[in-house]
């Protein structure tokens, strides 16, 4: 088992790299999606905090968010609208959310700084945040409906690397005081790296 990963600045990776990334993240985000079976939609998620349903929604609100943080939108004016629209299928959403996002982030500036509640990061910081979360995600949801959870392994070996960097182990932890991430988990060894991003987010793999 392991809780170790090796790391990287972010600064050192090129803005193409990241836009890449996240790219390929937010359509294997889209395929997990479409993957969903009806039946599936209450069933519960290692984000143990949402169903299927809720954190297909979640996901969608997420994306949204990047797309005003990059948009130079207040993202956190309000709630996080993780709605679903009744009408539609949720991948469709989804996708719609994502290629409005991945337009954002191909027109922003890097150089810019961005808020968010917790920290003012550069361009690739923000960018590289949305990404973990929406890998992370696809992940849980993979895991979820029983879908294959390990996607484009390059993207995934990158963002394991910055993700010590994003969300580092001693930060940001602790769910029962009021923080977004568990404890840092043991990944089997042999795990991929979604596995183990997840677990170093702190989800139980």
Not at 38 to 60: N, R
Not at 105 to 114: G, P
């Given at each position: 088992m392991s809780t170790t990963t090796s790391t990287i600045a972010v600064t050192t990776v090129d803005p193409q790299t990241l836009v890449h990334a996240y790219a390929t993240v937010l359509d294997a985000?889209?395929?997990?999606?479409?993957?969903?079976?009806?039946?599936?939609?209450?069933?519960?998620?290692?984000?143990?905090?949402?169903?299927?349903?809720?954190?297909?929604?979640?996901?969608?609100?997420?994306?949204?968010?990047g797309f005003d943080l990059a948009s130079g939108i207040d993202a956190f004016a309000g709630p996080l609208d993780d709605s679903l629209w009744p009408d539609a299928p949720w991948a469709d959403q989804v996708r719609s959310e994502a290629d409005a996002a991945l337009a954002a982030?191909?027109?922003?500036?890097?150089?810019?700084?961005?808020h968010v509640p917790w920290a003012t990061y550069t361009g690739r910081q923000a960018l590289t945040t949305y990404t973990i979360e929406v890998a992370t995600h696809a992940w849980d949801l993979a895991v979820a409906t029983a879908q294959p959870y390990e996607f484009d392994?390059?993207?995934?070996?990158?963002?394991?690397?910055?993700?010590?960097?994003?969300?580092?182990?001693g930060e940001f932890r602790g769910v029962a005081s009021g923080m977004p991430f568990a404890q840092v988990q043991a990944a089997p060894e042999g795990s991929g790296p979604y596995t183990r991003l997840a677990a170093w987010l702190g989800r139980t793999v």
């Open positions: 985000a889209v395929d997990v999606v479409a993957g969903i079976a009806p039946a599936q939609a209450t069933d519960p998620t290692p984000c143990d905090e949402f169903d299927v349903a809720a954190l297909v929604g979640h996901t969608k609100g997420a994306i949204r968010r982030w191909e027109a922003a500036d890097f150089d810019a700084t961005y392994p390059e993207v995934g070996l990158l963002l394991l690397a910055l993700a010590p960097a994003i969300v580092p182990g």
